[in-house]
């Protein structure tokens, strides 16, 4: 069932109706007692559940990671001096 968003024309009171799609436009502000119109709310927004989604998930064929057998060892080092890692 969703939820709809009115609005109080008397006394400007935003609340929301959790009421069926066939239900009738409820008609009485909570508050005050009166005249209501139901507004255009934002909607739900997207759920993304689980780990992750990445743009890899679900490709076919060849990876774009680089290799590892051509690549260079990686070097914190500022170039000055030898490479604690060699």
Known sequence: MPTYDYKC???GHVFEAFQSMSADPLEKCEKCGGTVKRIIGAGAGIIFKGSGFYVN??????SNEPSSKNSAPSC???????CPKS
């Open 9 to 11: 024309q008397d006394c």
């Open 57 to 62: 998930d679900y490709k076919s064929g060849k």
């Open 76 to 82: 914190a080092c500022s170039g000055g001096g030898e």
